[in-house]
Every structure is written in C-alpha cells, then in structure tokens.
C-alpha cells in the first residue's frame, strides 16, 4: 500500500509539472516576444485616491477593464503590481489611455485618465500605469512609465 501511495505522489508531481511546461508554452505562442504588450498597475499610499477601476484602451479600442477589491487596493498599497492586460500589438505608433475611476479628495468621486504614444518596435514592450499621491497639490497624480 505505500508503494501505490508514493507512485500516485510522483504522479502529481509530474502531472504539475508537464502543466507548468503547457501554461509557459501557451504563453509564448499567444504573445510572441516580438509583439507582446504588457501593462501593469501600481500606487502609492493612496492618501488623495481610493481606486475602484481602471479601463484601458489602445488605438481608441477598449482592450481591459479591471473593478479592484478592497483586498486588492490594500495589496497594491502594500507595493503590489497588477497586470492589467497583457496582448500583441503591431510595430509602429499606438495610443494607450488608462480611465482611472474612483473616491478622490474629499470623498467625492474622481475620473481621471492619463495616456502616452508608443512607438512600438520590435521586442516586448512593458508599460507601468502610476498612481502617486501629489503632496504640493493635495491631488492624485496619474503616470505613465516604459520599462526598459
């Protein structure tokens, strides 16, 4: 009866396994390295903003909508990044605009967007949407930056 136990062990061990090689393959045939596009968020403490939702676009096409929890606000707080979205893109001029939505100063609501040209080239290219609490103007401040 042990025996039986320890091959069924070395089983799951293997089927875990040939499950991580599918997903890492997947992932490199659904977005090539050539033309993969990844865009992930992160804050600050968030003094001035409470996040609700993120919505992104490309080329004037909504390609992510994200509505966080209170868990996962609380997890970027803490120095988290999350992936937005993750996809292929043509080399040449894009336009990327990220909607923030949610409680600013005050406590009213607040909708702010902020964008940025790439120019994609060959390569991956990644891009961090910000979120910084500006302490000159009592504001959210919204960035976009391109990982090298």
């Known amino acids: 009866m042990p025996a039986l136990g320890d091959e069924i062990e070395d089983l799951k061990d293997e089927v875990l ?3 991580r090689e599918l997903f890492l393959l997947e992932e490199e045939l659904l977005f090539p390295a ?3 596009v990844a865009v992930y968020l992160s804050m600050d403490t968030g003094n001035f903003f409470a996040l609700d939702s993120v919505q992104l676009s490309i080329d004037d096409k909504e390609v992510a909508k994200y509505l966080y929890t209170e868990r ?3 997890a970027l707080y803490r120095g988290g990044v999350h992936r937005v979205y993750m996809g292929n893109m043509k080399a040449g001029e ?3 605009v990220a909607v923030f ?3 600013g100063p005050h406590g009213r609501d607040y909708r702010r967007a902020t964008s940025v040209n790439l120019d994609k080239g060959l390569g991956a290219r990644f891009l961090e949407l910000n979120i910084t ?3 000159s103007a009592l504001q959210p401040e919204f960035a976009v930056r ?3």
């Open 146 to 148: 391109m990982w090298e």
């Open 94 to 96: 894009h336009e990327v």
């Open 133 to 135: 609490d500006s302490k």
């Open 17 to 19: 396994d040939l499950n």
């Open 101 to 103: 939505t949610g409680v």
């Open 72 to 74: 996962e606000v609380d």
């Open 34 to 36: 050539n033309t993969q």
